[in-house]
C-alpha cells in the first residue's frame, strides 16, 4: 500500500485557502470536543525536536500527537550530532527515514526548516523560527473562530514587538476578507518590511487592512486588543535603552477602554505590569489561557492535516 502523502508546515503562507480553513476549523472541532475517538496519527513516530524554551507550544504537540495515536521521540537541544558538525540536510535525510513528523522550534531562519522538509515521508512543522510563528496563528484563528463565529470583518489592535507571532498573525489575518489589523510597534523594533509586504499581496486579495505605526496615539476602535511579551525567546534586544522604547506599548484599561475592544489576547508567556496590566490579563475580556488552551486543539489539526487527512475528502463539520 502506498504510503500517504505528508504534508510541511513552515509557513502560513504554503497554506492555500482551502486548507487554512480546514485547519482552524477542525480546530474548532477538537475544541468544542468532538473527534476524540479519532487516531489519523495511529502507527506514526513523532519527532519534537525544541532548541528553545517552549510551554505551550511543546506540550500543545507532544499532548496532541500522543491523544491523535503517535508515539513520540524527544530532542532537546544538545541531542543531535548536529552539535557535533552533521549538517542539517544530512540530519534530515536520516530522520526521514524513521520518523513521521519532526515538530521543531529554533531560532533561527525560516530556511533552516526548509532544509529539514527534504522528503515527503516526514512531515516538518514549524514550532516557531524566527522569521515566523505559524501555528500561533492558527490557534488565534481558532481562538477567534470560536468566539465571533468568523474571522471575516474583524479588527485586530496588536501592540508590541515585530515579531515571529506578529508575523504570522498578519499572514493568518490578511488572508481574511475585510479584516483590520493595526500594528502599533516600538520605533527600531517594527516587523519585517518582508512581512508586511506579503502581508499587503494577501490583503489586495482579501481585502484586508494592514497598517504599522510607531506609537500609541489615536487608538482605532477594533474588536480584539492582541500583546505579546516584550522579551521574544530566542532574541536579543539591540539597543540598550530598549525598555523605555518599549515603556509606552503596553495594554491597561485604559487602551482596552479607548479601543473600545471586547476582546484581549496574549499568546503567552505574560509578564504582567510589562506589555500587560495584571488587571487586563486576568480581566474579563481576557481570553489568554482559552488561546493557551487552543494550541492543544489547533496542533492537533496541525498534526492531522500533515499526516495527510484533510480537506475534500475528510471536510470539516458544522461546528
Ligand atoms: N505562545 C507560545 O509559543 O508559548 P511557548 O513559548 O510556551 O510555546
Not at 500543545?60 to 500522543?66: I, M
Not at 504570522?168 to 493595526?182: K, N, P
Not at 489586495?204 to 486588543?225: F, I, N, Q, T, Y
Not at 487602551?255 to 499568546?267: I, Q
Amino acid at each position: 500500500m502506498a504510503e500517504p502523502a505528508r504534508r510541511h508546515l513552515i509557513s502560513l503562507n504554503d497554506l492555500d485557502d482551502e486548507d487554512l480553513r480546514w485547519i482552524v476549523g477542525r480546530g474548532v472541532e477538537y475544541a468544542l470536543g468532538h473527534r476524540t475517538d479519532e487516531r489519523p496519527l495511529r502507527n506514526s513516530v513523532a519527532g519534537i525536536l525544541f532548541r528553545k524554551t517552549s510551554t505551550r507550544t511543546r506540550t500543545s504537540f507532544s499532548a496532541g500527537a500522543l491523544r491523535l495515536g503517535a508515539k513520540l521521540i524527544n530532542y532537546g537541544p544538545g541531542d543531535l550530532q548536529e552539535n557535533t558538525g552533521e549538517t542539517i540536510e544530512d540530519t534530515a535525510a536520516v530522520l526521514s527515514r524513521m520518523l513521521d513528523m519532526l515538530v521543531v522550534r529554533t531560532s533561527g531562519a525560516e530556511a533552516e526548516l526548509r532544509a529539514y522538509a527534504v522528503s515527503s515521508r516526514m512531515a516538518v512543522i514549524n514550532a516557531m523560527c524566527a522569521d515566523e510563528h505559524p501555528t500561533q496563528a492558527l490557534a488565534d484563528l481558532t481562538t477567534l473562530t470560536q468566539r465571533f463565529g468568523r474571522v471575516e470583518g474583524l479588527r485586530v489592535l496588536y501592540v508590541g514587538e515585530g515579531n515571529n507571532t506578529a508575523s504570522a498573525l498578519a499572514l493568518a489575518l490578511s488572508r481574511y476578507d475585510d479584516t483590520s489589523l493595526y500594528l502599533r510597534t516600538p520605533t527600531g523594533y517594527g516587523l519585517d518590511q518582508r512581512f508586511l509586504d506579503r502581508a499587503e499581496l494577501n490583503a489586495k486579495r482579501s481585502g484586508a487592512l494592514v497598517e504599522e505605526w510607531h506609537d500609541m496615539a489615536e487608538l482605532p476602535h477594533v474588536d480584539v486588543v492582541y500583546t505579546t511579551r516584550w522579551q521574544t525567546t530566542g532574541t536579543v534586544k539591540h539597543t540598550e535603552d530598549w525598555r523605555e522604547v518599549f515603556a509606552p506599548f503596553h495594554v491597561d484599561a485604559a487602551v482596552m477602554a479607548e479601543s473600545g475592544a471586547k476582546v484581549f489576547l496574549h499568546d503567552l508567556p505574560a509578564h504582567r505590569g510589562e506589555e500587560v496590566a495584571a488587571e487586563v490579563l486576568d480581566g474579563p475580556a481576557s481570553l489568554a489561557f482559552t488561546l493557551a488552551e487552543n494550541k492543544y486543539h489547533s496542533a492537533r489539526a496541525v498534526l492531522a492535516w500533515c499526516a495527510g487527512t484533510g480537506t475534500r475528502e475528510d471536510p470539516v463539520r458544522d461546528a
